[in-house]
């Protein structure tokens, strides 16, 4: 299921979800270092290192764990920060509200030059 956020103070929107990761359970830490979302990218981290320690038993457990809770974890803290739940109505509106001033032109063609037929 999405969840679909806004940031009153900046405007920002996010569609993220709800359920399972997927990318969390597969790549540990790496979805969390790329959501700006350091706490569980660092703790990610060090329990990665010491998953060496206990033969990866623990790089086992944090997957499943994570890949539970992680995305209920995010969406709560984007919520604490003070990121309000908007419909998809709405961010679709201005998603599209957006998208013309977004056009990027495409260049003319540029035309072949003529063939000589002299040259071999």
């Known amino acids: 299921m999405?969840?679909?956020?806004?940031?009153?103070?900046?405007?920002?929107?996010?569609?993220?979800?709800?359920g399972f990761s997927w990318t969390s359970f597969f790549f540990g830490p790496w979805p969390a270092?790329?959501?700006?979302?350091?706490?569980f990218a660092?703790?990610?981290?060090v329990i990665g290192i010491a998953g060496w320690f206990t033969a990866g038993i623990g790089n086992i457990v944090?997957?499943?764990?994570?890949?539970?809770?992680?995305?209920?974890?995010?969406?709560?803290?984007?919520?604490?920060?003070g990121w309000v739940e908007i419909t998809g109505a709405?961010?679709?509106?201005?998603?599209?509200?957006?998208?013309?001033?977004?056009?990027v032109p495409v260049p003319a063609p540029v035309p072949a030059l003529p063939v000589d037929p002299r040259v071999g």
């Open 62 to 81: 944090y997957g499943f764990v994570v890949g539970f809770k992680y995305n209920e974890w995010y969406v709560n803290g984007l919520l604490e920060k």
């Open 90 to 103: 709405d961010f679709y509106g201005a998603r599209q509200a957006i998208a013309p001033a977004m056009v």
């Open 42 to 45: 660092i703790l990610g981290f």
């Open 2 to 18: 999405q969840v679909f956020l806004s940031n009153p103070r900046t405007g920002q929107m996010k569609a993220t979800k709800r």
């Open 33 to 39: 270092l790329f959501r700006g979302d350091w706490k």
